[in-house]
């Protein structure tokens, strides 16, 4: 009994001297959470003093974050290489750290721009549920990168040195970086909490160095006696600070912003500052690039009395070669996307969130299913095919007579190859469940596309097959009973004109196509002819639109079928019917033939936001007419109303462009109304 005292005594001994270890050692961790670990600072020294060869002190550059603000820099970049100046190395952190890490890459101011215009923003970021910390995925625009600087890239091999400032949520401490991967550095670098997750790192879990100091100005201090900083903070005076999200996004920035106006006023009369115009420019506004840009460079213009002074030091003949090469492979990175705005995926990527699939897209080929589904959606994607499955519920609202919803699935398989060709295969099984009614709907679509007359012109060949089976004849199908297909064959040419003057022509295209309606026991043929522009006046921001459309039946017999993506809008079952039934002859007229003109304004300095969050940007408001010959007479029927648009941008990320109109319908004498979404994501 005594001898288990004397263990049970030396155990709980023993437990409190580890308890005491431990208590210290969580001390000693506590105070060193502002002692920051780098990794990669012997040899990024090494490289400056390779660079100035111990003659002169270094240029340092400072590259803040922002946001969106910090496409800024790449103005300030441009100017000081117009001054001879290319920084010895770069600090940078957020935002800042794209354009940073693309410029130590190689690419010239001029370069990242054109990268950065060239593409669809937006679309290289995608929605998920948050299961790895964040809410966004940034596969593509990793893999848009990676075709143009190469997919295996070292920090500490780029021609400019460069540190990346991140924060580390498992040690709490700032983690620079100046060594290792490009693209894992690139990703944590701009890994905002819960909009991107964190990033694994040599044990780490980094997140966006931003949200603690935007300008890390005394650690390019610890290099060089010459620094440069470029900064775009944070300064909109016209935020509802009592709206939740506002509060939380203006709180984050207090603390980020008072800790780089502290390191910047301890720098101040020596260091270089160039306070770039942007403050009062949104951190989602990412279509404004070229106007941040031109900003950056007349802020960074004003200080060309205290960059005089700064050591020259002009690109380097292999800086221009590495340039050189960087162009051909943004120039075949560009054909690849241009066509398809697709990015082969060098790194799977998997997907799971919100998924909304709309059969409104311009690019849609379907015309017997007009319709919206959404759902959670799963995404694959690999190389060059994307699949995707999205289960939720089935949608039309597009008109004040058809509103129905039903339970659906719709699954998807693109494949784009040989850069030029692309085949999709889609299917879409709903359920009508007041009618206890199947409806599936699928389709193959096989699409070549070219560019010619520098790339102004793109010519596409497309051949589409589509059916819808409605096995009870449910209503939620228009007018499509039992056992129906669609086969077309478009030529179709979109023209893509400079608009540099007072006047401006945008979606412009002309299409002409062979189509066979069948429903397995009588098929017939049409030629369709449509074409499509708009013209903009952009000092007054007034618009018009026209879009018109003929189809003619070969075979003589009349009744030429109407679809709802002709753009007549009506309630009018008789029109909305036509020729859809092979069965009945109630039409004699061979032709039918629409043309509809809107006259709007669209604003271009309009943007407002709900906390940041969500923008409205593109919006308008126009005086639609509606036309329709498909009788053999002259007098057309007509539809006039209203139609008010706008794109909700999520994070300055993604849009859902939305539509809502509002008329009179002269063949039934009544209102005609309704809305449509014209995305998939």
């Known amino acids: 009994m ?55 002190s270094p240029v340092g550059l400072v590259l803040s974050g922002g946001s969106a603000r910090a496409f800024a820099h790449i103005g300030v970049l441009k100017y000081l290489e117009e001054q001879d100046i290319v920084p010895d190395f770069i600090i940078s952190n957020s935002m800042g750290s794209i354009v940073g890490l693309l410029y130590a890459a190689g690419l010239s101011p001029d370069q990242i721009l054109e990268s950065v215009t060239s593409i669809n923003l937006q679309s290289m970021f995608d929605l998920t549920l948050p299961v790895s910390g964040g809410m966004l ?5 990793l893999a848009k990168v990676a075709s143009i600087v190469g997919s295996d890239l070292q920090l500490e091999t780029l021609p400019i040195p460069i540190i990346v400032v991140t924060e580390d949520l498992v040690t709490k401490r700032q983690i620079t970086i100046s060594e290792g991967d490009f693209f894992t550095v690139l990703q944590a670098s701009y890994a905002l909490p819960v909009y991107f997750p964190p990033v694994e790192y040599r044990g780490h879990l980094l997140i966006d160095g931003g949200i603690t100091n935007l300008a890390p100005v005394d650690m390019a201090y610890t290099y060089a006696d010459s620094v440069i900083v470029s900064t775009t903070f944070y300064d909109i005076d016209t935020l509802n600070l009592k709206n939740p999200l506002t509060v939380l996004n203006v709180s984050i920035d207090i603390g980020k912003r008072r800790k780089g106006v502290e390191e910047l006023k301890q720098a101040l009369p020596d260091v270089v500052w160039i ?15 070229e106007y941040l840009v031109e900003q950056g460079y007349r802020s960074a213009s004003e200080r060309q009395e205290q960059l005089s002074a700064l050591h020259k030091n002009s690109v380097s003949p292999e800086l221009s070669e590495k340039r050189n090469d960087l162009a051909a492979r943004m120039k075949e990175s560009s054909n690849i996307y241009g066509l398809y705005q697709h990015v082969p995926l060098n790194i799977p990527s998997k997907l799971f969130g919100l998924g909304l699939d709309s059969d409104y897209l ?88 070219i560019f010619a007359f520098d790339e102004k012109l793109r010519i596409s060949l497309l051949q589409s097959y589509e059916q819808i089976n409605n096995f009870e004849d449910s209503d939620h199908v228009d007018f499509f009973d039992g056992h129906t297909f669609l086969y077309s064959v478009i030529a179709k040419g979109s023209l893509y004109p400079e608009n540099g003057g007072l006047w401006a022509f945008n979606d412009s295209s002309l299409s002409l196509s062979f189509q066979m309606l069948g429903d397995f026991s009588e098929v017939r043929s049409f030629v369709t002819a449509r074409g499509t522009t708009e013209i903009l006046n952009q000092n007054l921001d007034l618009f018009a639109s026209v879009n018109t459309f003929g189809r003619f039946a070969l075979d003589g017999q009349g009744d030429v079928p109407f679809f709802f993506s002709d753009g ?40 407002p936001t709900m906390a940041e969050m969500f923008i409205f940007n593109n919006s308008s408001v126009a005086i639609y007419t509606d036309l329709l010959w498909n009788r053999n007479t002259f007098a057309p029927y007509l539809s006039l109303g209203l139609e008010l648009h706008t794109d909700i941008s999520l994070l300055g990320i993604r849009s859902l462009p939305l539509t809502i109109y509002g008329g009179w319908d002269q063949k039934v004498n009544t209102l005609v109304w309704g809305f449509y979404f014209n995305m998939v994501f």
């Open 137 to 141: 995925d940034s596969s593509r625009f």
């Open 362 to 449: 311009k690019a849609d080929s379907s015309a017997l299913k007009d319709d919206s589904t959404i759902g959670l959606k799963f995404i694959y994607r690999k190389d060059d095919i994307s699949v995707s499955v999205n289960p939720g519920y089935s949608f039309d609202f597009r008109s004040n007579d058809r509103f129905s919803t039903a339970p659906a699935i719709r699954a998807q398989f693109d494949y784009t190859f040989l850069k030029h060709l692309r085949l999709s295969l889609y299917s879409s099984f709903m359920f009508d469940i007041a009618n206890v009614a199947p409806i599936v709907s699928s389709g193959v679509d096989l699409e070549g596309r």
């Open 2 to 56: 005594k001898t288990f005292k004397k263990l049970l005594i030396m155990a709980l001994l023993i437990c409190m001297a580890l308890s005491s270890l431990a208590a210290a050692d969580e001390a000693d961790d506590i105070l060193l959470s502002d002692v920051p670990i780098s990794y990669g600072d012997a040899m990024f020294r090494e490289r400056i003093l390779a660079r100035t060869q111990g003659e002169r």
């Open 568 to 607: 007549f809008r009506t309630t009018d079952s008789q029109i909305k019917s036509q020729g859809h039934d092979l069965t009945l002859s109630s039409n004699p007229a061979n032709h039918l033939v629409g043309l509809g003109i809107s006259i709007g304004y669209r604003p271009s300095g309009f943007d």
């Open 275 to 289: 306070r770039c115009a942007v403050e009062d420019v949104s951190f989602m506004e990412f279509d404004r690039v």
